[in-house]
C-alpha cells in the first residue's frame, strides 16, 4: 500500500481482556517495528520484525505482550489479560531494508482499557 | 541506551514568526529522523538528516553529528505548523531502534 496501515484505529476494551492489534506496512518494506506512546512515557520501541523474524523484542514490557508476522508483511501485536497501564497509542513503523533506513510510521491504534 | 535531549519543551508563536528548535543526543548515531506529530495524532516525516542541511519550503535541518546535536529550522511560521516536533536517532549496534526526544510543543497563534 501506500503508507502504514495499522487497524483498527481505535480500541476500547475491559481490563482483563486480550486485545489484538494490526499493522500492514509499505508493500515491498521488509522492516517493521513497533511503538507504543503513552502520556508519561513519551515514544518507546517495542519490537523490530526484519522479515518473519524479530531480532529484537527487548522493548516488550512483560510476557502478556507478544507479536507475530506472517509472509513478511503483516504484523499483529498481541496483548492477553490487558491492564489500564496499557492504555496508549500503538504505533507501528516500517523501512525499506531496516538498518539505518529513515522509518515510517501508521496513524498508529489508540487502546483504552477501562 | 542513547539519550536523546529536545528543546525547547514549549514554543509559542505569531504566525509569520521564525523558530529553531534543537535535538542533542549523547552518542555518536547513524540515523537522526525529525518528525511532526499533528493535532490528530499523525507522525509525519519531514527529513531523514544523519549528517549535513537539507532544505523542504519553509522547513530546514542541519544536523553536525561530529558535535551531536541537530536543528530544525521553521521560517514565517504558519497555524498548520502547530504540533510536536520530535527527533529520533538511531545506532547501528541496537538494530534499528530508534530512540525519540520528548518533544517540542510548538503553538502558532494567527
Same mark, same amino acid.
Given at each position: 500500500g501506500a503508507g502504514v496501515s495499522q487497524s483498527p484505529s481505535n480500541k476500547v476494551t475491559e481490563k482483563g481482556k486480550d486485545v489484538e492489534l494490526r499493522c500492514d506496512p509499505i508493500s515491498g518494506h521488509t522492516a517493521l517495528y513497533w511503538y507504543r506512546q503513552s502520556l508519561g512515557q513519551g515514544l518507546e520501541f517495542l519490537i523490530y520484525?526484519?522479515?518473519n523474524s524479530a531480532p529484537d523484542k527487548s522493548g516488550l514490557p512483560s510476557d502478556r505482550f507478544s507479536a507475530e508476522r506472517t509472509g513478511g508483511s503483516?504484523?499483529?501485536l498481541t496483548i492477553q489479560r490487558t491492564q489500564q497501564e496499557d492504555s496508549a497509542v500503538y504505533l507501528c513503523a516500517s523501512s525499506y531494508t531496516g538498518g539505518v533506513q529513515p522509518q515510517h510510521f501508521g496513524d498508529g491504534t489508540r487502546l483504552s482499557i477501562l | 541506551g542513547i539519550q536523546v535531549e529536545q528543546s525547547p519543551p514549549d514554543l509559542i508563536l505569531q504566525e509569520g514568526a521564525n523558530s529553531t528548535l534543537r535535538c542533542n543526543f !549523547?552518542? !555518536?548515531? $547513524? $540515523?537522526l529522523q525529525w518528525f511532526h506529530q499533528n493535532p490528530w495524532g499523525q507522525l509525519i516525516n519531514l527529513f531523514y538528516i544523519p549528517s549535513g542541511t537539507k532544505q523542504n519550503g519553509r522547513l530546514s535541518a542541519t544536523t553536525v553529528a561530529t558535535e551531536r546535536y541537530s536543528l530544525l529550522y521553521i521560517s514565517s511560521s504558519q497555524t498548520t505548523d502547530s504540533g510536536v516536533y520530535f527527533c529520533a536517532v538511531l545506532r547501528g549496534s541496537t538494530l534499528g531502534r530508534l530512540y525519540? *526526544?520528548? *518533544? +517540542?510543543?510548538? +503553538?502558532v497563534w494567527p
Open positions: 520484525f526484519q522479515g503483516v504484523s499483529t | !549523547s552518542d !555518536s548515531v $547513524n $540515523n525519540f *526526544g520528548r *518533544g +517540542t510543543q510548538l +503553538t
